[in-house]
């Protein structure tokens, strides 16, 4: 009986096969540039009301999808681009904290229910009595993680 797997007639010498990948290249180039063109920072796109001059900021931590209150300079109140009263000179924020318990019964899955997140954007010559009204207002409806929205610098 003949073993065929030392049998030296039975081996060739096999010359290495080269493949040629310029294709696969191509193709994984391609990927590179969609998912680099497709790739954002952050997926929070925020929509200014007029005349809302926002400070600069230097900080890369970017907001996540939560309800935004903007204040302009005239003290005009916006919940989610919706105008809901101003704020009068004595900084009673009524119209907020209906506006934001009402928003709160609006959500529908109980992650959005828990969530308290809030971002807040405020024009760049409001004094702070006001922001800390808007704050406390917003605390009380609860939401009580705070985001300030600014204009990066990048």
Do not use: C, W
Request: overall charge positive; proline content about 2%; aromatic content about 8%.
């Amino acid at each position: 009986m003949k073993r065929m797997f030392f049998n030296k007639k039975g081996r060739r010498n096999k010359e290495a096969m080269e493949i040629d990948i310029t294709s696969l290249l191509d193709v994984l180039v391609i990927l590179l540039v969609f998912l680099l063109k497709s790739y954002n920072a952050s997926d929070l796109k925020l929509n200014m009301v007029k005349d809302l001059v926002v400070p600069n900021s230097d900080a890369r931590k970017l907001g996540n999808h939560a309800v935004v209150v903007q204040v302009d300079s005239n003290k005009k109140v916006f919940l989610n681009n919706k105008k809901i009263g101003e704020i009068t000179s004595n900084n009673q924020n009524t119209d907020l904290l209906t506006a934001l318990k009402n928003y709160r019964k609006t959500l529908r899955t109980p992650a959005e229910k828990k969530s308290k997140a809030i971002n807040l954007v405020f024009d760049q010559k409001l004094p702070y009595k006001v922001m800390k009204g808007v704050m406390h207002t917003s605390a009380i409806a609860g939401f009580t993680e705070f985001k300030l929205i600014v204009q990066g610098n990048y």
